[in-house]
């Protein structure tokens, strides 16, 4: 085989690699969803409550955030986990860019420890508190899930250390609200 073509199959190979990595991917029975619900507290004032459902035990998380609401800066004053899913994690963590306007959040159970995994079921992760900083009104608040730096993309780990891309469902707290009410999973 050639130089030419052994780098064409390469590079071939790569492409089709990073392709799969932005698509949803769940190797263990149905499909694991991340729901995250934006609630407006103020005009200049939002909370995001984030809420897992998975079907096999979750050893580690990471959800990266990207957050805009207009020309308005943002900051995020605070990331709780108490009283949920994530409470018993061994570690938690949550980085922000406010520059960037970005952030991520997640943790990881110690598997074999007095911190086990999160079990299989659904319910509350985190809660994000985010307000704007400076004179200018903000706009629209909007939120998408992102890759931070170095290469943080949104994750489940199981505890076999298998990465599960989750689907990803972003609503307001009106629909959040209704659809929480009337759903048992997911």
């Known amino acids: ?49 984030a809420y897992v459902w998975n079907d096999e035990d979750i050893a580690a998380l990471d959800i990266p955030l990207k957050y805009t ?26 980085q922000v860019d406010t520059l960037a306007q970005t952030m991520h959040f997640g943790g990881f159970a110690y598997v074999g420890s007095d911190k086990p995994p999160m079990q299989p079921g659904g319910g509350e992760v ?33 505890k076999n250390a298998k990465i599960i891309t989750p689907v990803v469902k972003i609503l307001t707290s009106d629909k959040g609200k209704q659809e929480q009410a009337g759903e048992k999973k997911n």
């Open 1 to 49: 085989m050639s130089r030419t073509q052994l780098t064409a199959i390469m590079l071939a190979g790569a492409l089709v690699l990073a392709g799969t990595a932005w698509t949803q991917n769940d190797p263990i029975g149905k499909t694991d969803t991340v729901k995250l619900v934006v609630e407006t507290i103020n005009p200049a004032k939002w909370v995001i409550t």
């Open 69 to 94: 609401a207009g020309v308005a800066k943002l900051k995020v004053d605070s990331v709780s986990y108490v009283g949920t899913r994530m409470a018993t994690f061994a570690q938690k963590y949550n």
């Open 126 to 158: 985190a809660k994000v508190y985010i307000s704007a900083i400076g004179d200018k009104k903000p706009g629209a608040f909007a939120i998408d899930t992102t890759t931070v730096a170095p290469n943080n993309s949104l994750m489940l780990v199981d």
